[in-house]
């Protein structure tokens, strides 16, 4: 026994210690302190001791022991009798710690007594140690100078070490208060002087970064490390919600953080219990939409920012225009009487009121209007507490003596939908039997929700729960039934839905038919029979009049009067209108066209269908249908409207422009036209004479259906013959559709100038004019440079537009490498030069230059023309011309730069003479062009000394030998020198020559700049073969392609980065993979191969790159790899950059906050003047990613938030896909995991479980920080997966836009850059409305991987090129299809979220929110100037 307790204590001994060196090799911290378990409330304080114990372990024993000590008494007075799940264990373990702690401590007995001086006097020696004052002081002095210094790294480092030393005290500082508690006040003061109470509370409070918070600290407003809070329109925004003197008292009992002051949301949350962590969260949600709205406004200016009015009314409007809408609807008035006599502080409290409701409120999200029912009581209770000296809890929220909005009005709605959603048989019961959440929020549409009262009555039957019967079937005695819709199983919706499209082609074929058998006259003959299209109309009417009654069985019970009275009415008039009609045409036909029958036939049916054509043209034209909205007043109006459509909430307000409207309608003119012209004269009019023929046959003997066709002029065989065509006709109309929409999708994307560089050839070929084009699309507007266009200082333009455009193209080109696309000498090939103004002209990447130098030394050497021939001939190749003149001019400046006097003198001699010799014309006189390859040699020996790395006295004395023999070449084989106009020059020169001084003073060259011209120039003049097909990467040439061809395409023009408009994106995740692990990549398949060879052998050149990077051979076998863990790190995310992973998603989406921290911090400190930007262009190569301020402008417009939802029960059980993703969490600082955490507790003497959403980051250790944790009422999971997924994590998200991101996507950098861009489109108004979801381009990337593969790329690309192109111009039809479309955040949390997720109803959840929008007055288009990678 004794050896087993042994064995069990080294283990949990090698777990606590393995957290030391977690994190090393980037593997997720496991260990002891890393398994609390979640039952335990205070779990995260216990894991903060546990890690300092373990840290300090080596240093001192002792207090390592105390501290876990601490930890066991906290979890034992959390859960004294070890209950909840997983803490019987962790007791044991952590118990067993100590003890091995206790046996190996130096002998002598313990007096426990003198723990709390221990750790006092650990406490000044740690501090000591690490020098606490002098590192907060160098972190400051760096701060203050970093980012024009380049001391970046530095200031990284010192802020990384500040954290950890300070949260390790900041532990200590809580265990010595805590155990202080235990004593007599009187002891506690012996124990701890004053003056070292007041170092570790000053200590503590420099600890903000231990105080969790997500992108803003606001419970650490003091903060030096985040540079956020210093922003202005932050800190007017955070002031802006402070508390005023026109807000009741706080009561004395109600307690707020010494840390921060107290603000409204203090006040909600005293009147109607929020919760902490809710409460937390819109803290931060409301200061960020305020903050970004007011970066849009202007920046605020003074010591005291304060929020513009304008922001908070554009917060305060969209946040409620729901709310408004819906009081409008109903009719009813809102809380306040009149928006514009609301001050800004009264509308900042209703936008504080609806997200702290709507934060809390779960599944009920699902019910915006069910939202804006709770918002209006609210307000309305919150409007009579106001009025009151000091605030006091709300009755709706109160009950048992306490307060709690969860638990009195959000769980008694969650309770009767979790009730119904249990009713429905996982989906596999009828649609009837139950509610979905969308029968709760249509219960809202009408003022009969009113009747639920406030508090709820739960008595109501509204909160009925279902009952089943004995025999388990679905009992219906006490189920409140559906509101107004019914979704019933059946095929009958083949034609109920489709019902006009029915009427319009049968009506249609029916009157080509008989204008086909009467020969196209339009005789008497044929107008009588056309007329037989009315009674086919008014029967197909009465038969869709008689679906709506069927449909809607189940909800006459509970629907609205108007609704079932509308259907009823529309069913007797159909009715009526059926038989006479029929009526009236039979005896029409019977009495003759002279009859008065006929003729009140004829008027029946005109006044009839011009009344249609007048209401259809009144209900759809606009500006017809805009006369009947300012007419809607009048009864008759009304009448009409009611009877065409049911006025529901949704569904209103839906018409667009007319233009949109013509443009519609003649594209569906175009494919009907033609759909019938094919019909007409090659499907009916060709069967005429065999229908005839076939009838009038008589006496025919069929073989086996003699009995149908005789006597009945073979009937049969007249079915056999149309039957085809009837099928083709009701069909062809996708075909029609389909060739129109490829024509003119195809016209659409050559008008947007899409696939005009579709090759690297034409890459090359335009890559002169990228920089215009990126400064004019993606760069924000520079007045230097509006001054260059209009003084068209062209050369000083170019060369303005290249400084600015080099460290964009870098850093793609740049990630390219990072991502294995590339070489290292390609990376060098395409890197573009600083252009820092050095040389008077542009500098081009030497991809473009590379062998031009000599291919120009070739022409020069068998030219026998003119100069003038010459040049000419030269300058045909552009890139030619730009290689001669930068070689010409970067040998004057690095032999001028490096040589004094004499040597200086002669350079510019032979400068002089050569511009003199060009002058007149002489240059192939002077010049013996045979000998330029001499030159050319003795050029790339000098260079290839001066490019050395090192100076030395043997090196300068190479570099002085070299440029000796470039005189000797020059003087006696090049040039002819004519030295009589500079005599005096010449002769000084000669005589240095002669005593061996000349090139004596030469200065190795340190500058970085000069050694990179040095660099850049050997290159130029050693690389002999063409650079025309670089990148050679298939997939490196179609991003760059792409990218550069949208340079040229139309698209917003971009703001600064502190003025974008900010965004999240947002990807669920459940269980797939998150990262390869070595298991699976050697996983061999029934053939006996592995992932990793697979990828290997269809990844070649990208696999070398790899091993490259990693700095192993090309040729190295993947064993080698396997014995050191970093390589096995990057080995299984190279391999899952290749996969359908969660890895490769979170690399590509953190591309957005890489290219925000580029162009913030180019635009934070560009400079007009010319010199600073071309210093700016250098130093964002590096310094950009530790810029604080660049990181916090990131972070503000930016947030990344994957909701994992099993990610704690994963975490719990061990699972490598939890590890993995903590992983990502510490290689991403930005990154934001959700899930649903569960806790087990006993209850009424019961176990029972508790949901929590929880939001959680990597902390400095590398282990979860949570953030928020904010209690469910229950499962959060009541119907489809995904969407209540989303729905749980979607308060943790932020900003303006939300961009909804799968696992099977990836995303680029050089794409990131154009983010802002796409974003401005939501503040463009395309037609009536703004847009409401912005579609964007998708590329399949796994089109190499086999021939199938290639065949869905190529389907996905015609669906997305062609397809969503015409639906969305001109058609404005365009749903949400999933995957990378941008939302408008506000728009739709305020209307039910981003997806429906109803059992069954809603499987393709994604398209449910593109419906959700457009019937809600949204609008959606779609964008092909930026593309996101899909995986199929």
Known sequence: MSRAEANWERLVRAALRGERFAGVYGQPVTGIAGNVPSSLGNNVHIEEVLRAADEIQDEDPTVARILCEHAYSLAQNLDPNSEGRGVLQFKTGLMSVIRQKLAKREGGAIDRSQDIAKLQDFYKLYREKNKVDELIEDEMKLRESAVFSGYLGELERKTLKRKKVLATLKVLWSVIEDMTKEISPEDAKKLISEEMKNVMQKDAARTEDVVPYNIIPLDALSSTTNAIVTFPEVRAAISTLQYHRDLPRLPGTFSVPDARNSDMLDLLQCIFGFQEGNMKNQREHIVHLLANEQSRVGKPSGNEPKIDEGAVHAVFSKALDNYIKWCSYLPLRPVWNNTDSLTKEKKLLYVCLYYLMWGEAANVRFLPEGLCYIFHHLARELEEILRKQTAEPAESCSSNGSVSFLENVISPLYDIIAAEAANNKNGRAPHSAWRNYDDFNEFFWSLKCFHLGWPWKLDNPFFSKPSKKEKGMFGRGHHYGKTSFVEHRTFLHLYHSFHRLWMFLIMMFQGLTIIAFNNGSFDMKTVLQLLSLGPTYVAMKFIESLLDILMMYGAYSTSRGSAITRVLWRFCWFTVASFTICYLYVKALQDGTQSATFKIYVFVISAYAGVQIIMSLLMSVPCCHGLTEACYRWSAVRLVKWMHQENNYVGRGMHESPLDYIKYVAFWIAILGAKFSFTYFLQIKPLVKPTRAIINFKGLQYAWHDFVSKNNHNAITILSLWAPVVSIYLLDIHVFYTVMSAIYGFLLGARDRLGEISSVEAVHRFFEKFPGAFMDKLHVPVPKRKQLLSSSQLTELNKFDASRFAPFWNEIVRNLREEDYISNAELELLLMPKNDGVLPIVQWPLFLLASKVFLAKDIATDCKDSQEELWLKISKDEYMQYAVVECFHSIYHILTSILEKEGRLWVERIYGGIQESISKKNIQSDIHFSKLHIVIAKLVAVLGILRGTTESSDMKKGAVNAIQDLYEVVHHEVFSVDMRDYLDEWTQINRARAEGRLFNNLKWPNDPVLKDLIKRLYSLLTIKESAASVPKNLEARRRLQFFTNSLFMQMPVARPASEMFSFSVFTPYYSEIVLYSMNELQKKNEDGITTLFYLQKIYPDEWKNFLTRINRDENAADSELFGNPNDILELRLWASYRGQTLARTVRGMMYYRKALMLQSYLERIQSEDRDSTFALAGSADTHFELSPEARAQADLKFTYVVTCQIYGKQKGEGKPEAADIALLMQRNEALRVAYIGEVEI???????????????????????????????????????????????????????????????????????????????????????????????????????????????????????????????????????????????????????????????????????????????????????????????
């Open 1242 to 1432: 006993v209850k009424n003497g019961k176990p029972s479980t508790e949901y929590y959403s929880k939001l959680v980051k990597a902390d400095i250790h590398g282990k979860d920080k949570e953030i928020y944790s904010i209690k469910l009422p229950g499962n959060p999971k009541l119907g489809e997966g995904k969407p209540e997924n989303q729905n749980h994590a979607i308060i943790f998200t932020r900003g303006n836009a939300v961009q909804t991101i799968d696992m099977n996507q990836d995303n680029y950098f050089e794409e990131a850059l154009k983010m802002r861009n796409l974003l401005e489109e939501f503040s463009l108004k395309r037609g009536k409305h703004y847009p409401s979801i912005l579609g964007v381009r998708e590329h399949v990337f796994t089109g190499s991987v086999s021939s199938l593969a290639s065949f869905m790329s190529n389907q996905e690309t015609s669906f997305v090129t062609l397809g969503q192109r015409v639906l969305a111009n001109p058609l404005k039809v365009r749903m949400h299809y999933g995957h990378p479309d941008v939302f408008d955040r506000i728009f739709h949390i305020t209307r039910g979220g981003i997806s429906k997720a109803s059992r069954s109803i809603n499987i393709s959840e994604d398209i449910y929110a593109g419906f959700n929008s457009t019937l809600r007055q949204g609008s959606i288009t779609h964008h092909e100037y930026i593309q996101r990678g899909l995986w199929l």
